[in-house]
């Protein structure tokens, strides 16, 4: 069974930085892409970042410039760093993974951004 564990999250101030980790296991795939969503408190969930197999990214706009995502070696682990955080990037982060027509989510890791 496929499993995405997120790890990484916490609490840090505003201009603080942030590395979240998502680890795949259970598959003896590669992810065609693999990404970083969000959910804040009353709102739908979004995407942050995404990265192909290639190691093509893109970005939300809120965060370009700030936000980096890459993948390991292994591939299926993907990593985002955060700089510059904002208390509007306040949210739980979920990590996702797609292969064809399945995708694959993490349980999320909270992140909060404090001023």
């Known amino acids: 069974q496929v499993q995405l564990v997120e790890s990484g999250g916490g609490l840090v101030l505003a201009g603080g930085s942030l590395r979240i980790s998502c680890a795949a296991s259970?598959?003896?795939?590669?992810?065609?892409?693999m990404g970083w969503y969000r959910q804040a408190p009353g709102k739908q969930r979004e995407l942050v970042a995404g990265?192909?197999?290639?190691?093509?990214?893109n970005y939300a706009d809120s965060v370009k410039g700030r936000f980096t995502i890459s993948r390991g070696n292994a591939k299926n682990t993907v990593y985002l760093q955060m700089n510059s955080l904002k208390p509007e990037d306040t949210a739980v982060y979920y990590c996702?993974?797609?292969?064809?027509?399945?995708?694959?989510w993490g349980q999320g890791t909270q992140v909060t951004v404090s001023s």
């Open positions: 990265i192909s197999r290639g190691d093509n990214t």
């Open positions: 996702n993974a797609g292969r064809g027509s399945a995708v694959y």
């Open positions: 259970g598959m003896f795939f590669t992810f065609n892409t």
